[in-house]
């Protein structure tokens, strides 16, 4: 089925030591998004890349970055993660920027 | 600046019908959306209002008031898996469509 996959779905990482966390679409669509949830709050978009185009949110800290080497897949790298970065990461696509945006299952991080 | 606000718990009895409220203030408007969240798992998506109106799709409702900056999510005959959080999304257009959520309103469903 076509879907928007993530890898993996729990993570742990030591308190600064660099993690990747990956997502792939089957669903061939043209925007992918990184977002932030903490326990209880809104999911908040970190940036999303429409095809190869890059998008930063003014307040994503630099810590975070993003690859899209090709439109299937997309990371979010953290350079060096705080405790605070503990949190569920949720990757969406859409096909069109402000479309209806489908979300994969999310990488629950971690920080020891 | 982009505020949504939305009630953060509510309850209600299997069966019955509740109505989840939403308002928004954002620099341009292209869309609400409303979406499901069961504890630990991603967003599924709900429905879409853009233009002024009542969206039905089975048990599930939408209502949009632009010009109150205004929506409800409406539940019928509600089911024990309908306990999950409901996010209010909206779809600003200062150039970036960006997609802002609100908190959530989380819904217990009670035999």
């Known amino acids: 089925d076509a879907m928007v996959i993530q890898n993996p779905r729990y993570q742990v990482t030591q308190f600064g030591k660099p993690v990747t966390l990956s997502c792939s679409q089957t669903l061939n669509h043209n925007v992918m998004y990184w977002y932030q949830q903490k326990s209880s709050q809104a999911p908040k978009l970190l940036f999303h890349?429409?095809?190869?185009?890059?998008?930063n949110e003014a307040d994503t800290p630099d810590n975070f970055q993003s690859r899209r080497p090709n439109t299937s897949f997309c990371f979010l790298d953290i350079r060096s993660p705080g405790l605070g970065d503990a949190a569920m990461y949720l990757c969406?696509?859409?096909?069109?920027?402000?479309?209806?945006?489908?979300f994969g299952p999310g990488t629950r991080l971690t920080v020891t | 600046g982009q505020n949504i606000d939305q009630p953060t718990e509510m309850t209600a009895t299997e069966g019955a019908i509740v109505q989840i409220n939403c308002t928004y203030q954002t620099s341009g408007f292209n869309g609400l959306f409303w979406y499901q969240q069961h504890a630990g798992e991603a967003p599924t998506f709900l429905s879409y209002?853009?233009?002024?109106g009542l969206e039905e799709k089975g048990r599930f409702s939408s209502f949009l008031s632009r010009s109150k900056g205004y929506s409800y999510l409406l539940l019928k005959e509600l089911q024990m898996k309908d306990s999950a959080s409901y996010l209010c999304a909206v779809l600003s257009g200062a150039g970036s469509y960006q997609l802002t959520f609100g908190k959530g309103t989380k819904l217990s469903v009670i035999p």
């Open positions: 209002n853009v233009l002024d």
């Open positions: 969406a696509t859409s096909r069109r920027t402000g479309g209806e945006q489908y």
């Open positions: 890349y429409y095809d190869k185009d890059f998008n």
